[in-house]
């Protein structure tokens, strides 16, 4: 598959989500949650009064499915380059 990495990603950042979702009222989920949402770690500090949980699960989805992105194009650019070092 092409972009594996992508899809595997994008569905740990969903998993993620919809953990963090049914159990938010759990301190080890929270932790879990905040631990591994990069956008998390900053939202707080935009925002003082209200988090939008909707806003903040779209960019924890969108900020795994772009670290996977560009896992695959790393793989896919060392795959061309020694692909073109063996010719």
């Known amino acids: 598959m092409k972009y594996t990495c992508t899809l595997l990603f994008t569905a740990i950042g969903a998993a993620l989500c919809l953990m963090h979702m049914i159990g938010h009222d759990s301190d080890p989920v929270y932790m879990i949650f905040y631990s ?52």
């Open 36 to 87: 591994l949402s990069v956008p998390a770690w900053f939202y707080s500090t935009y925002t003082y009064t209200n988090v939008n949980p909707l806003l903040l699960y779209s960019l924890t989805i969108l900020s795994w499915t772009l670290i996977g992105y560009i896992i695959d194009r790393l793989y896919v650019r060392t795959q061309n380059k020694s692909r073109n070092d063996a010719q």
